[in-house]
């Protein structure tokens, strides 16, 4: 561990939380990490890393201001001589359908808990050490300006997610301005991998190709499968979250694959790498997946999983985060999907 390597990881225990913390334990870093308490166990994808010296974690809530004053007190206290402290925040209630339905909780949460994290930060007199890195996402362009989208397109949110994600962009650019913080809003697209959580659609889908392929269901059933993102591997974006902050001026960075693909796409490849042939008759809501070679139907669409507004197509351009911090995703689009159709059915598959 290095002394002066000291970050402070809100999200922790999600997706890119876990990876984050890995990749800055492989670096020397000393990482705190906020964690909620929960009656079941949340910590599944930080197990690995629970003994390890380089990490400790504090409980604490987005929506608690208080506690998150003491959380960086204590950081504080415990490294009276750091230069930097790194501070990532990734917490949120990220799922979008579900902001319809909770959009208080995520508006508190995703856009005052931001704001709750700055104020902790100011109030601990730690503005000069910190350098900020904001989880904001390509849910900012909703209903799409411009094609591809880039930093300077503008932004038209479709859910309570992506308002209150809004909201936190809009203060992390103001405290940097105001204040002159070093804070960076990484306007990141879809990524995913074999931690993503089991109700987003690509895993949803590598999830229900494995239990279709077990026995152990019939059918997968899905919502919107016109809509088109821009999906990567999580392991190469937290690469581009600690670029951000190792530059020596703050700004705002989309991370992109480049590549758009439909929902449906997704479900053919997945479904192709355990070698079925899906095919379609029906449109909307009557849409059936079938497999070709036995006629069996497999893939069902159910309205339920529709959102009152839909983001019909997310395309980034990367370009600004390649020039300036010489980052580029590593992993394919069928790369990605391999990876995840072989932890969830076991069927390896070599993308040529
Ligand atoms: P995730 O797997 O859903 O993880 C979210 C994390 O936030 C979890 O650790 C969760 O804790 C924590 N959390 C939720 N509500 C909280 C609260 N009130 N107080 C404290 N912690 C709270 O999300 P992810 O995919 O890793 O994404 C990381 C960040 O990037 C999120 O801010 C997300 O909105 C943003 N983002 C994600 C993507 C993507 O495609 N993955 C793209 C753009 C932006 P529990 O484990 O206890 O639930
Ligand atoms: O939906 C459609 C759905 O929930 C993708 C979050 O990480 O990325 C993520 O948000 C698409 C949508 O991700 C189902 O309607 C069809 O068009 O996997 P998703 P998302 O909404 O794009 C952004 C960048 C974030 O910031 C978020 O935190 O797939 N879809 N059928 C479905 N989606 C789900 N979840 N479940 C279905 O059954």
Redesign the pocket.
Known sequence: MNANRVAFI?????????YLAELLISKEYLVHG???R?STI??A?IAHLFHNPALKLHY?????SACLYKILNNIKTAHPTMERLEIY???????VKISFEMPE?TA???GF?TLKLLEAIRNNNLDSVARFYQ?????LYGKVQEMPQRETTPFYPRSP?AVG?LYAYWIVKNYREAYGMHASN???????GV???HN?VERKITLGLGKILRGETDRLILGNIDSQRD?GS?QD?VEGMWLMLQQDAPDDYVLATGETHSVREMIELAFGMASIRLKWRGTGSNAVGYDEATGKDLIFIDPKYYRPTEVDVLWGDASKAAQVLGWRPRTSFQQLIAEMVQQDTQIVYKVV
């Open positions: 809100t999200g922790i225990t999600g997706q890119d939380g876990s906020l964690i909620r929960s949340n910590t994808r604490g809530d987005m929506t608690d925040n990734l917490a949120a209630q990220s799922h909780y508190d949460t995703d808990g989880a904001s996402t390509s849910e997610y994600k990484g306007i990141l697209f879809n990524h995913g931690r993503r959580g987003f999906l999580a974006y």
